[in-house]
């Protein structure tokens, strides 16, 4: 068993104050969110809250607070499932609820870079274990007798000597009056009877049985419906606009302009559109109408993008223009120069977008002085402080809720709807929701980057690799990761990047830039290997274990042991090495997030196309909390990035979005998702790491890779089945 410092969470736990003529006061901070004495002697005797995350009712029903935004990610299960754990509970005892934005209680609010069970692994262990410790020393105190002496299982507490229980209810008042110690004791992983086991998603019932949750559900007496009309075009912008025939319609109550520029933007606050027309109304369809009978004039303000323009640019970033080396190692340029073999690719992907299957929306109730923010949002904090320069009201008179989302893969970092939602609120004086369409999401977005990659390597006679050149460009930035594999495998190494320019809004998409990079490198390992004439896992294999005897460099971000260790799973789970007539197999292995996977597709002919018959996938994320819910995750990781891999691109013409729904954006459809996915994880004593990404990224790699084995030709293009039929054409 082992112990951590509760000082490690003092935001969690403690509260400080500074003392009248100095010094400094250190309170538990079980009633932090009580503002004052009176308030703490009028807590209801039925309920105490032992600190930010937990509450044990005299019936001992544990109710623990989910502090991270649910996106699908399964946190609103694994998070107060670690703290359960180390509290001793029964699960059947424990009911989970969504907790409010309150950053002086909980830290990193945060939904994104698959970090929330990797941040909140130690405050969430010593939530539940310094909550166990008070119930047991009021237990001890009310019966006069060593804490020592005492045990606890399923939420109750045993004396030893005579066998005495009493359950954590019971106690749950006097533990209040518990000094909280420096220190509290933690399991040791061996003795774990919840992390590790299967337990079902707790909002799963009401999911499948339509049961409110979302924020499109959200609804409240006196509430506007309003839709934005936005600008049809990247670089252009309102000029006027006739709202005659709108708000003749019915049902409809105001046609109106706003603007949501503020001065002094986050990271978060990306948005291309500021100046929107907007109407509200009584109901959503009624409002629809009313947009679409709106006449605008627009004027163009900036550059009317083009896909084929992407295209020229992308290439001249690549062969013409010079980028910014971040890492160097040795001499490639010089070795490739004089190599046996040299071998040389380029390869590319669109723009996409995230296509949440719940459009954005968000509900806000603004008045002179406060303002109630309400929807799905993966940044609670960011969108409060935005909305204080927004509205001009204090951070703390504004409150943020999360609802659970359909969806987020990164596009609900970006939070320009809850800001249109508040300053809608604050023009009409009321309750409003804002709900955008699937052609407004689709238009409207913050898409993925489009990138290109070149890479350059060189082996010797015996198949080794002995130089590796990469360069990559990005509209706006390069997706190249300078220290990742085959850095530090490789005497002589480098790593460029070339940036273009656009007025297109990017941002984070699931497994940001890795969700490229693996895609390329892997496949242009998967080349090298077959020149080197050597096995696609043995070449990684040898790479990885020169990274390991005698890595180049002190900046390797990876541990190459780790790495080859998924490699070595999926190759004896899949029988890599049997031969299996009909089956066309690929193999890529990457690591993001924190964590390590490697993938084996498995194809199949089906008449003139290709069926997926099997994904095999090996996973080290270190501890697994929940298997169940870290399955979902892999295999839902998987079906994505098959389907984006290849079928979907967003393109565009004169700044405008070509593709506005599911008719021409092109989605993995069931009958060509995988027919089976079989998932291992390496057993580990490693702290959790992400898991919500890293299984997206290989396996674009391993589903190009199965494919050259079955056509014969090498795909350098995404999306890969658009790549097929140009090729197809070409040969034609």
Same mark, same amino acid.
């Given at each position: 068993m082992g112990s951590a410092k509760t000082s490690m969470g003092r935001r969690s736990f403690l509260k400080t104050m500074a003392m009248g003529g100095g010094g400094l006061m250190v309170g538990f901070s079980w009633m932090s969110a009580l503002a004052s004495d009176s308030d703490i002697e009028n807590l209801p005797d039925e309920m105490f809250d032992i600190n930010a995350y937990i509450q044990i009712a005299p019936d001992g029903t544990v109710t623990i607070l989910s502090p991270n935004p649910e996106i699908g990610q399964n946190v609103k299960t694994s998070m107060p499932l670690i703290v359960a754990e180390e509290l001793d509970v029964d699960w059947e005892q424990v009911k989970v609820e969504q907790a409010p934005l309150n950053t002086s209680k909980y830290t990193r609010q945060l939904a994104g870079g698959s970090q929330s069970i990797r941040q909140g692994w130690d405050s969430l262990r010593m939530a539940g274990a310094t909550a166990r410790y008070l119930l047991v020393a009021a237990?001890?105190?009310?019966?006069?007798?060593?804490?020592?002496?005492?045990?606890?299982?399923?939420?109750?507490?045993?004396?030893?000597?005579?066998?005495?229980?009493?359950?954590?209810?019971?106690?749950?008042?006097?533990?209040?009056?518990?000094?909280?110690?420096?220190?509290?004791?933690?399991?040791?992983?061996?003795d774990f009877k919840l992390i590790g086991k299967y337990i079902k998603n707790v909002d799963g019932k009401e999911i499948v049985t339509g049961k409110p949750l979302f924020g499109l559900d959200f609804t409240r007496e006196g509430m506007a419906i309003a839709m934005i009309k936005h600008p049809p075009s990247f670089g252009m912008k309102m000029k006027s606009f006739d709202a005659t025939e709108a708000k003749s319609m019915p049902g409809?109550?105001?046609?109106?302009?706003?603007?949501?520029?503020?001065?002094?933007?986050?990271?978060?606050?990306?948005?291309?559109?500021?100046?929107?027309?907007?109407?509200?109304?009584?109901?959503?369809?009624?409002?629809?109408?009313?947009?679409?009978?709106?006449?605008?004039?627009?004027?163009?303000?900036?550059?009317?993008?083009?896909?084929?323009?992407?295209?020229?640019?992308?290439?001249?970033?690549?062969?013409?223009?010079?980028? /910014?080396?971040?890492?160097?190692?040795? @001499? #490639? $340029?010089?070795?490739?120069? *004089? &190599?046996?073999?040299?071998?040389?690719?380029?390869?590319?992907?669109?723009?996409?977008?995230?296509?949440?299957?719940?459009?954005?929306?968000?509900?806000?109730?603004?008045?002179?002085?406060?303002? /109630?923010?309400?929807?799905?949002?993966? @940044? #609670? $904090?960011?969108?409060?402080? *935005? &909305?204080?320069?927004?509205?001009g009201i204090p951070e703390s008179n504004i409150m943020v809720d999360m609802t659970r989302m359909g969806g987020g893969f990164g596009r609900r970092l970006y939070g320009n709807f809850g800001l249109e939602a508040a300053a809608i609120s604050k023009k009409i004086g009321g309750p409003v929701k804002l709900i955008y369409t699937r052609e407004d999401d689709m238009t409207q977005g913050t898409y993925r980057p489009a990138y290109a990659i070149n890479y350059k390597a060189s082996l010797d006679d015996n198949g080794n690799l002995q130089s590796f050149q990469a360069k990559g460009a990005g509209i706006p930035s390069s997706p190249l990761f300078a220290n990742r594999y085959p850095a530090g495998a490789v005497d002589h190494y480098s790593s460029e990047n070339v940036g273009v320019e656009t007025n297109i809004t990017t941002g984070a998409w699931r497994a940001p830039?890795?969700?490229?990079?693996?895609?390329?490198?892997?496949?242009?390992?998967?080349?090298?290997?077959?020149?080197?004439?050597?096995?696609?896992?043995?070449?990684?294999?040898?790479?990885?274990?020169?990274?390991?005897?005698?890595?180049?460099?002190?900046?390797?971000?990876?541990?190459?042991?780790?790495?080859?260790?998924?490699?070595?799973?999926?190759?004896?789970?899949?029988n890599w090495d049997k031969e299996m007539p009909g089956v066309y197999r690929g193999v890529a292995a990457y690591y993001c997030h924190n964590s390590y996977v490697a993938q084996v597709v498995d194809l199949v002919k089906d008449g003139d196309s290709h069926r997926i018959q099997k994904v095999w996938c090996a996973v080290d994320c270190g501890i697994v909390v929940n298997r169940e819910g870290a399955i979902n995750q892999v295999e839902g990781g998987i079906v994505d990035g098959l389907g984006h891999a290849l079928y979907s691109r967003l393109t565009f013409d004169n700044g405008t979005p070509d593709q506005d729904n599911f008719n021409d954006y092109r989605l993995i459809r069931n009958p060509e998702a995988p027919q089976e996915i079989e998932v291992f994880f390496v057993d580990s004593d490693v702290h959790p790491t992400g898991l919500g990404e890293p299984p997206l990224p290989p396996v674009m790699a391993a589903m190009a890779n199965a494919l050259y084995k079955a056509t014969g030709q090498r795909y350098y293009n995404q999306p890969l089945m658009v790549a097929e039929q140009e090729m197809a054409t070409r040969e034609s």
């Open positions: 237990a001890a105190k009310k019966w006069g007798v060593n804490v020592n002496n005492l045990s606890t299982a399923d939420g109750v507490i045993t004396n030893k000597n005579t066998g005495d229980t009493i359950g954590y209810g019971e106690v749950a008042s006097e533990a209040v009056n518990i000094p909280v110690p420096e220190e509290v004791p933690l399991k040791n992983p061996d409809i109550y105001d046609v109106f302009t706003i603007n949501t520029s503020i001065g002094e933007p986050q990271w978060s606050d990306v948005n291309a559109f500021h100046e929107l027309v907007v109407v509200t109304g009584e109901t959503t369809w009624q409002v629809k109408k009313a947009k679409d009978a709106l006449k605008v004039e627009w004027e163009t303000t900036g550059d009317l993008e083009n896909s084929a323009d992407h295209t020229r640019k992308l290439r001249e970033a690549i062969t013409d223009r010079t980028g /910014e080396v971040q890492r160097k190692d040795g @001499t #490639p $340029e010089t070795v490739a120069e *004089s &190599a046996a073999r040299v071998v040389e690719r380029t390869y590319t992907a669109p723009f996409l977008a995230h296509n949440t299957l719940e459009p954005m929306n968000f509900f806000a109730d603004v008045s002179s002085d406060r303002a /109630e923010l309400i929807g799905p949002i993966q @940044t #609670p $904090e960011q969108l409060r402080g *935005s &909305a204080s320069q927004l509205l830039r890795s969700n490229f990079t693996a895609a390329a490198e892997q496949s242009f390992i998967d080349e090298l290997a077959e020149v080197a004439g050597k096995d696609p896992i043995d070449f990684r294999l040898e790479l990885f274990d020169r990274a390991m005897k005698n890595p180049v460099g002190e900046d390797n971000d990876y541990d190459a042991e780790r790495y080859a260790g998924v490699l070595k799973l999926v190759r004896e789970k899949s």
